[in-house]
């Protein structure tokens, strides 16, 4: 098995002196996804490792399944999920996260049901710089204070820009058909190169979604949603081109969140996310 390392920063480049400095924790890749295990109030959970999620996010549902009470009363509000329109009920709740070395106390989104997988996201892991080895089925942390920020050698790097008042999303320029865009960069998209949310957006991407496009199924939190697969010719990552790749669109979406840029791009080089410089460093393994 080919291990692929990432490593991912926060802005702030302090040491925190209440989390480990560094720690190894378990991992499983599966559908391209990088699934852990941490607890939350002491009853373990699997869970999708995810850059694209702001924060932790699960169904009330996969809390009763570990023995949690999940909260009660008022909803938070309603959240919407990316395979479809439709908005689901949620609540916030404190909780003591712990995944190896790393503990936090933090406010979890519980959804009403959630039809995927539950999510680890930035705000759980944000103060660390991390690699992953799929060989080995682990991932070491490290604090991003401890990291000197330095180029990797033989990289093809690629600038981005941190959205953190739009939910920590990582943000990339990928020309699609020779039109530069932007698009969310996220680890949980393992669908698709790049999963549009409605099929106007697609086309407002230059990726039109042809009339005898394969339909499938396509599951969120909010549900399963009707998708359309097809190909799109050529996608570039700054010196990364690919040609004739995978694409999503959903029949009853969205406009108003940025397309995921997934897996299936990056699935061939390891990289690094460098919160520092705001570069991406991509090397072929």
């Known amino acids: 098995t080919s291990s692929a390392s990432q490593a991912v920063a926060a802005d702030d480049n302090a040491v925190d002196p209440k989390l480990p400095k560094e720690c190894d924790v378990r991992c499983q890749k599966e559908h391209g996804a990088i699934f852990v295990e941490p607890t939350i109030n002491g009853r373990a959970m699997r869970m999708v490792l995810d850059t694209g999620a702001p924060g932790i996010c699960v169904g009330k549902q996969q809390l009763e399944d570990i023995g949690l009470q999940p909260p009660k009363g008022k909803p938070a509000g309603a959240s919407g999920g990316s395979s ?8 916030l709740m404190p909780a003591k996260v712990k995944l190896g070395a790393i503990e936090k106390d933090m406010v979890i989104k519980v959804l009403d049901v959630n039809h995927a997988d539950p999510l680890l996201g ?4 944000k103060e660390f710089e991390y690699t992953i080895d799929q060989g080995a ?11 000197n920020g330095g180029p990797v050698r033989n990289a093809i790097s690629v600038p981005f820009e941190f959205r953190q008042k739009a939910g920590n999303r990582i943000v990339v320029t990928v ?11 996220d680890t949980g998209n393992s669908a698709a190169a790049i ?45 990364i081109d690919m040609y004739n790749v995978r694409g999503k669109a959903n029949i009853s979406g969205h406009e108003d969140t940025l397309p995921l840029f997934g897996e299936p791009f990056w699935k061939d080089y390891q990289y690094t996310v460098d919160m520092k410089n705001k570069v991406l460093n991509f090397v072929r393994r």
């Open 195 to 239: 999963s549009f949310h409605s099929i106007k957006q697609a086309e407002d991407y230059h990726a039109r979604v042809p009339e005898d496009a394969e339909e499938g199924r396509s599951s969120g939190v909010s549900g399963m949603g009707i998708v359309k697969y097809y190909t799109i010719p050529h996608l570039r990552l700054g010196a």
């Open 84 to 91: 479809n329109s439709e908005l689901i009920d949620f609540w």
């Open 122 to 125: 930035q705000t759980f892991f």
């Open 137 to 147: 089925g682990t991932i070491h942390f490290r604090q991003k204070g401890l990291s």
């Open 175 to 185: 020309e699609i058909n020779g039109h530069p865009r932007p698009v969310m960069f």
